[in-house]
């Protein structure tokens, strides 16, 4: 159909004076019916490209999409397009019997010319047969990053859609994703049988995006209100790996007068497509949600994407933050990041098949790099997906807006490509710094490459430049990952010849990020005072000299930090802090209190308005379930598969409870799992020892002391000691 007034057709149907982009010409080769490959970043407009061709060919094009949300939000655009109501259906498992004949009707009369269609549904023997006996005007793979195990979401049920395609009917097929690195993409072809596809690609620059990284502290929550509060009346999405943090999270921005929502695929259908409908139509401003949420979401206007988690791949985190200012204006990209969530996700893949857990590592390798990089946000991004940014400040992400100094590293580089060479660019990254500072590793001794003349060749240089040299040079184009042997290093053209003719190379320094996120500030911006922290800590110590105590007992690091930064002088100011419950600020607060007041007068400090968020009734109330099970000597395995937590989560809650204030009595499970001179070790030491830290204690006590028996000790410890 090389001849169809396409212009004509568009503002008939969409009532558009003029196509976006590559739009025109993938429509035309898909006319004429060519296998076509899309990648096209969200909000460039994918959906169209096979809408339009459909209602201009015969037959019924078959639209192959992941999510039944996304299929329902489609389906009522088109047909509010037109008067009948039946130009688009979907076939999937919310229809009863009675609906799915209507759908397959529409199709056999010819009325309905795009069917929705979830992978499930389209390889039922039932739903091929009928498919068979219709004309199939094309097929269009949408999410196609669905198939690929180096995409962010994969799904096995992906990988049969080309047999299933084969066995309804040869036709065009059209392959369309907001996201593929070069691996991802040729997945998708080889798998689809379209190795012959006419590629279209945009940019995936998207210059009204702002990018962040904060540093996650257990203020994390405290911060997002402040956000929303800061940004009244705005739409905006917040991500979250889990949906128990999910629904927590939003609990919690409901009771400070958020108006939000959670959204996670436990959730029953009615309820998300009510929660996704309030959102469209701006009954709500948030959504709290896990990756379910936003696939093929028209809402134009989101203006800020936080993510709570830092996610799985940058694939999932460039799809998640497209969702924001898809209408051209303000979308503020805000990921939290602390190391510790990058070990949880490690510790999720344990189980999975070795080339599953190698790939996801490789991929959340990905992810700390961006994280940690001090390099242009964008810049990092764009090369990601095989796209070159020119600039060097795109002035519109943190590292940009704040840039590290810059520093000489030629001399480091030379050390790298002379490295990757020794190698005979067979190795990853991590094993190549290893080799860099002389690390003779088990693996490393096997290949005997600790034999090699350029072993150890860094080990006086800084150790933490390797990793921004390594990923600055892959920006910079002297060195490459292999796409087919994901992650290999490799030396390119300009590598070989900056060996024979080295050249100044300027580099930033990673951010760095403590790598517990207990350890950080409070996260509220406040300045902390640095002379009342000093007074605070030399109180602290006359009152631990006083108790016979060590310093840790009375208060926490953090619980003083806070102090100095948010000035608390009454009691209940005081149980803001972190770390302080009541049984703690009336035992040691009076002496602290009165030094903040009189540090504040004495120096005319106005003291911040504090940001108080409400507390949510179920956390709390899970506290309370602890204390009673404790208090009724109930086995802590039991308590945590109760309440559904890990033992580490249960013992993160009872640490809190203890460190509190709280006095809980566990030596009835201790003295079923602990041998009686362990305990008594472990409790010395704590009593002895200047810190509270648990990887000190594991160091002084040797490998005899798990982890667990030095936690749980030093709870009795702390409970009856301090409370």
């Known amino acids: 159909m090389p001849n169809v007034n396409l212009s004509e057709k568009l503002k008939h149907y969409f009532g558009f004076d003029k196509f976006k982009g590559d739009q025109e010409s993938i429509i035309r080769d898909l006319l004429a019916g060519h296998n076509i490959f899309v990648l096209m970043p969200t909000g460039g407009g994918k959906s169209l490209c096979y809408q339009l061709p459909s209602l201009i060919m015969e037959g019924t094009a078959i639209v192959i999409s992941p999510l039944i949300a996304l299929m329902k939000n489609q389906v009522d655009v088109i047909n509010s397009l037109s008067e009948e109501g039946n130009v688009a259906h979907y076939l999937n498992s919310s229809l009863n019997r009675a609906a799915i004949q209507q759908v397959m009707d529409d199709v056999r009369n010819g009325q309905t010319k795009l069917l929705y269609v979830a992978p499930e549904s389209l390889n039922k023997d039932?739903?091929?047969?009928?498919?068979?006996?219709?004309k199939v005007s094309f097929y269009a793979v949408d999410e196609a990053h669905c198939i690929s195990e180096w995409g962010h979401d994969f799904r096995p049920e992906y990988r049969n859609i080309r047999p299933t395609i084969n066995a309804i009917g040869n036709a065009p097929v059209i392959a369309l994703t907001a996201t593929a690195t070069d691996k991802v993409r040729s997945d998708i072809k080889k798998s689809l049988g379209i190795m012959d596809a006419r590629e279209y690609k945009s940019s995936f620059n998207r210059p009204n995006l702002y990018y962040e990284v904060r540093q996650k502290t257990p203020e994390i929550d405290k911060q997002i209100i402040r956000f929303i509060k800061q940004n009244p009346g705005k739409s905006g999405i917040i991500y979250c790996l889990s949906r128990k943090k999910v629904e927590e999270l939003a609990a919690v921005l409901q009771a400070n007068d958020i108006k939000a929502a959670a959204y996670h695929a436990g959730l029953d259908s009615p309820t998300r497509?009510?929660?996704?409908?309030?959102?469209?139509?701006?009954?709500?401003?948030?959504?709290?949600?896990?990756?379910?949420?936003?696939?093929?979401?028209?809402?134009?206007?989101?203006?800020?994407?936080?993510?709570?988690?830092i996610p799985k791949s940058l694939e999932g985190y460039y799809q998640e933050t497209g969702r924001a200012g898809r209408d051209g204006g303000e979308g503020l990209c805000i990921a939290f990041y602390a190391y510790k969530d990058l070990q949880k996700l490690e510790k999720f893949m344990e189980g999975k098949p070795v080339a599953e857990q190698d790939i996801g590592r490789q991929l959340l390798q990905?992810?700390?790099?961006?994280?940690?990089?001090?390099?242009?946000?964008?810049?990092?991004?764009?090369?990601y997906f095989g796209e070159e940014y020119p600039k060097d400040n795109c002035e519109n992400c943190d590292n940009c807006l704040h840039p590290h100094e810059r520093i000489e590293a030629g001399q480091e580089l030379l050390v790298v490509l002379r490295a990757v060479s020794a190698l005979k660019e067979n190795f990853r990254q991590?094993?190549?710094?290893?080799?860099?500072?002389g690390r003779g590793t088990d693996d490393l001794v096997s290949h005997h490459h600790d034999e090699l003349e350029e072993f150890g060749e860094g080990e006086d240089m800084p150790p933490k430049l390797w990793n921004p040299v390594i990923r600055q040079a892959i920006i910079a184009g002297y060195l490459k990952k292999d796409v087919e042997n994901y992650g290999l290093l490799k030396i390119t053209a300009a590598g070989r010849k900056y060996m024979k003719s080295p050249q100044p190379f300027m580099i930033v320094e990673d951010t760095e990020f403590s790598d517990d996120y207990e350890d950080s500030d409070d996260g509220t911006g406040a300045a902390l005072d640095p002379e009342l922290l000093s007074m605070l800590r030399s109180l602290r110590q006359q009152v631990a000299k006083k108790c016979n105590l060590p310093p840790y007992v009375i208060f926490q690091d953090i619980s003083l930090e806070q102090m100095a930064t948010m000035y608390p002088i009454t009691n209940e100011e005081l149980q803001n802090i972190q770390g302080v419950g009541a049984g703690k600020a009336r035992r040691y607060g009076a002496e602290f209190l009165k030094l903040i007041k009189n540090h504040c007068e004495a120096n005319d400090i106005e003291r911040p308005q504090e940001f108080r968020v409400r507390t949510v009734a179920k956390k709390s109330m899970l506290k309370v379930k602890i204390i009673q099970s404790i208090d009724r000597q109930i086995d802590l395995d039991d308590i945590a598969s109760g309440q559904g937590l890990e033992f580490d989560e249960l013992l993160d809650e009872v640490e809190a409870i203890v460190y509190s204030g709280t006095r809980l009595n566990i030596d009835y499970f201790i003295e079923e799992v602990i041998d009686e001179d362990h305990v008594d070790d472990i409790y010395e030491y704590f009593r002895e020892s200047d810190t509270d830290s648990i990887d000190a204690a594991l160091d002084e006590l040797g490998r005899d002391y798990s982890e667990d028996e030095i936690r749980l000790v030093r709870i009795k410890f702390i409970s009856e000691q301090a409370n």
């Open 430 to 437: 991590d094993y190549v710094v290893d080799f860099i500072k």
């Open 126 to 134: 039932e739903n091929v047969t009928f498919l068979r006996s219709i």
């Open 273 to 309: 497509s009510e929660t996704q409908d309030d959102f469209l139509m701006e009954r709500i401003d948030i959504i709290v949600a896990t990756i379910a949420f936003g696939m093929g979401i028209d809402k134009p206007d989101v203006r800020f994407v936080i993510h709570y988690d």
């Open 366 to 383: 990905e992810t700390a790099a961006y994280a940690e990089s001090s390099v242009c946000r964008r810049k990092m991004l764009l090369h």
